[in-house]
């Protein structure tokens, strides 16, 4: 089948490539890695794997590409491999995005790697070429701690503000005191990412009054 490569990366000269000039041999008997170096992930979630792919190959029946991913270096989940029963044939850069499963949320060591192999006797191709790999991820919220800033020209007010999500909404809530339960203030306040914001006016200024805020 073969298979052409590109003239050049996705953006600038350099790509990743299985082989720069010639198609993947057959008779590939393991799977052989292109292995990232460690991204390091702490402190976000919803992570999406990013890249550009010029890839040819035969049918996955006959010859298998694949992706995996990885917190420890050692143990491998399969994220994506070659469709069984369509060859890859446009020679063309291809930009993908993979979501990476829940559990590499917040690891500091988060590894991809691409695999080439097993090959069957006949019938080859280009292989991987790739180019721009990227992590993307959201922000963990930090328990929704809260930052209090004055009100604005109104001592008898704080702004709170804490890390947020698309999508979700909060409940502020105030106690008079330690001990004492929780009233709402405001319900249904909508995110307003990365920070959202709320003025709460204190009717009794310097009470000690206590203040929450729940995802709703
Ligand atoms: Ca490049
Ligand atoms: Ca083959």
């Excluded at 929704?144 to 503000?161: D, H, K, M, W």
């Excluded at 003025?199 to 200024?205: L, S, Y």
């Amino acid at each position: 089948m073969g298979g052409n490569k590109p003239s050049g990366g996705y953006t600038g000269l350099n790509v990743y490539a299985y082989d720069l000039h010639t198609d993947y041999p057959n008779n590939l008997k393991t799977t052989e890695h292109l292995t990232s170096a460690t991204f390091d992930a702490s402190g976000h979630r919803n992570l999406t794997l990013h890249f550009a792919r010029w890839l040819t190959i035969e049918r996955g029946l006959s010859d298998q590409a694949s992706i995996e991913v990885s917190t420890n270096g050692a143990d491998w989940t399969r994220i994506w491999t070659n469709p069984i029963a369509e060859s890859l044939n446009a020679e063309e850069w291809i930009l993908k995005s993979l979501p990476l499963p829940a559990w590499v949320d917040g690891s500091p060591t988060a590894r991809v790697r691409w695999g080439m192999g097993p090959t069957d006797t006949i019938q080859t191709a280009g292989g991987w070429v790739l180019d721009d790999i990227e992590l993307f991820g959201d922000p963990i919220p930090q328990a929704l701690a809260i930052t209090l800033g004055p009100g604005s020209g109104n001592e008898s007010s704080v702004v709170l503000s804490w890390p947020s999500q698309p999508g979700e909404s909060y409940t502020v809530e105030s106690s008079e005191g330690i001990g004492q339960a929780f009233i709402t203030v405001q319900k249904d306040i909508v995110s307003t990412p990365p920070l959202t914001q709320f003025t709460h006016r204190i009717p009794d200024a310097g009470s000690g009054q206590l203040l929450r805020v729940r995802r709703q």
